[in-house]
């Protein structure tokens, strides 16, 4: 059951990539982040009343309580940067740099939940990492996004490495309590410090420059985020962390596909490979568990 929910969390991440896209062409990538998380922490609080879980808030573990805030922390930075590269960058470049995180995750959870390591993981991880480094090769010098310097992709690695000490914080936290209760904690907490970066850096007034239309976008990537932690948490719950997050970044699929109907970005056959890479290797993972 735990890879159904992983499935469903790269279904709805991979939305929420295009969703987030659309919704920052003008809003401030700060101020977006800071929005749609009142959106996933509405989602978030609405799932635990509703399955009601809200009882088992008193007993919490303080461990449990500072591993989910941590993890929530890390996810607020991880989102901030991710937010930040995805306005500045392609999606199709930003992704698989952001996914990246998969790769890290994986050997910071065979190390730490000790999940066991053979020579066919081994090679699953390589394979993975070659499809992310042809995905993440510079273009011809006369691309556009090329033009756009790259500043993304240091804002994209920032994500990655916040995104993977996510997934470990919230292995550990989500362990000693309801998967969506800790979900709402962790949400929570990322909401106080995106709000904090808004005021901090002077951007409040930004918020009244929002324009209808993408408001509406940055609202439906929040509720496409809130259903993307919902599965990925539950799924991190019940499964191993070394095959749910990179079943999970399975989402780039989802997020090319649209990339390419919605904003017209297409892979060139080096890109392809990897993508092809990319998803054999994960698949691989599955299996070889």
Same mark, same amino acid.
């Given at each position: 059951?735990?890879?159904?929910y992983?499935?469903? @969390?790269a279904v709805?991440?991979?939305? &929420?990539?295009?969703?987030?896209?659309?919704?920052?062409?003008?809003?401030?990538? /700060?101020?977006?982040?800071?929005?749609r998380?009142?959106?996933? #922490?509405?989602?978030?609080?609405?799932?635990?009343?509703?399955?009601?879980?809200?009882?088992?808030? @008193?007993?919490?573990?303080?461990?449990? *309580?500072?591993?989910?805030?941590?993890?929530? *922390?890390?996810?607020?930075?991880?989102?901030?940067? =991710?937010?930040?590269?995805?306005?500045i960058?392609?999606v199709?470049?930003?992704?698989p740099?952001?996914?990246s995180?998969t790769? #890290?995750?994986?050997?910071? +959870? #065979?190390?730490?939940?000790?999940?066991?390591?053979?020579a !066919?993981?081994?090679?699953?991880i390589?394979v993975i &990492?070659?499809?992310? =480094?042809?995905?993440?090769?510079?273009?011809? /010098?006369g691309?556009?996004?090329?033009?756009?310097?790259?500043?993304?992709?240091?804002?994209?690695?920032?994500?990655? %490495?916040f995104?993977?000490?996510?997934?470990? *914080?919230g292995? $550990?936290? $989500?362990?000693?309590?309801e998967?969506?209760? !800790?979900?709402?904690?962790?949400? /929570?907490?990322?909401?106080?410090?995106?709000?904090?970066m808004?005021?901090?850096?002077?951007?409040?007034?930004?918020?009244?420059?929002i324009?209808?239309k993408?408001?509406?976008?940055?609202?439906?990537?929040? #509720?496409?985020?809130?259903? @993307?932690w919902?599965?990925? =948490?539950h799924?991190?719950?019940?499964?191993?962390?070394?095959?749910v997050?990179?079943?999970?970044?399975?989402?780039?699929? %989802?997020?090319?596909?649209? @990339?390419?109907?919605?904003?017209?970005?297409k892979?060139?056959?080096?890109? +392809?490979?990897? *993508?092809?890479l990319? /998803?054999?290797?994960?698949?691989?993972? %599955?299996?070889?568990?």
């Amino acid at each position: 059951m735990w890879l159904f929910y992983a499935v469903g @969390s790269a279904v709805f991440a991979g939305v &929420t990539s295009i969703l987030a896209k659309c919704g920052i062409k003008k809003t401030d990538s /700060t101020v977006a982040t800071a929005v749609r998380t009142i959106v996933v #922490l509405i989602f978030a609080w609405g799932m635990v009343f509703l399955v009601g879980s809200q009882d088992q808030i @008193s007993g919490i573990s303080s461990k449990t *309580l500072i591993f989910l805030i941590l993890s929530g *922390l890390a996810t607020g930075a991880s989102w901030l940067c =991710y937010f930040k590269a995805l306005q500045i960058g392609d999606v199709n470049k930003v992704v698989p740099v952001d996914k990246s995180s998969t790769v #890290l995750t994986i050997i910071l +959870a #065979l190390i730490f939940f000790h999940e066991g390591i053979h020579a !066919g993981k081994v090679v699953a991880i390589l394979v993975i &990492t070659a499809g992310i =480094y042809l995905m993440i090769q510079k273009k011809d /010098t006369g691309d556009a996004v090329e033009k756009k310097g790259s500043g993304w992709f240091w804002y994209a690695c920032g994500s990655a %490495v916040f995104a993977s000490l996510t997934s470990i *914080l919230g292995k $550990i936290g $989500i362990n000693g309590v309801e998967s969506n209760l !800790g979900t709402a904690i962790r949400t /929570t907490v990322v909401l106080v410090m995106a709000w904090v970066m808004v005021f901090v850096t002077g951007k409040g007034k930004e918020i009244k420059k929002i324009s209808g239309k993408e408001g509406m976008f940055i609202c439906c990537s929040g #509720l496409a985020t809130g259903a @993307s932690w919902l599965c990925y =948490y539950h799924a991190l719950q019940q499964g191993p962390a070394s095959v749910v997050a990179p079943v999970d970044k399975l989402s780039v699929l %989802v997020t090319v596909a649209f @990339s390419y109907f919605v904003f017209g970005e297409k892979l060139n056959k080096k890109e +392809a490979l990897g *993508l092809f890479l990319l /998803t054999a290797g994960t698949v691989a993972m %599955v299996f070889l568990h």
